[in-house]
């Protein structure tokens, strides 16, 4: 069901201890358990989905930078830049160029 809730609503501004009241859960019992279940912690968990999602937005759509930023719960495109910089080597204007270029 957390999952469920992650992924309905990527945009949310989620803390682990919003899932853990969520679960019904101690924070520290519901961050053991989701990373047992789910092989990473939530919070990292949350990101790669969120960078995920993005790189579909970026590759399918005419969206810009900006309006993804908030579809996948950064406050600005900066923000997102950087993140998403971080997490996958190039920025999102970069990504997007490169995915149609070879697509």
Request: charged content about 25%; proline content about 6%; some cysteine.
């Amino acid at each position: 069901p957390i999952l469920a809730r992650l992924h309905a609503s990527p945009e949310k501004p989620w803390t682990v201890s919003q899932l853990a009241r969520q679960a019904r859960m101690a924070k520290s019992a519901f961050s053991e358990r989701f990373r047992r279940t789910v092989g990473q912690p939530p919070l990292k968990y949350l990101t790669e989905y969120r960078i995920h999602l993005a790189c579909q937005l970026l590759r399918d759509t005419e969206c810009g930078v900006k309006e993804i930023a908030a579809l996948v719960g950064y406050e600005s495109a900066s923000s997102f830049s950087n993140a998403f910089k971080r997490w996958h080597g190039s920025s999102p204007r970069e990504f997007r160029q490169a995915s149609r270029a070879c697509g």
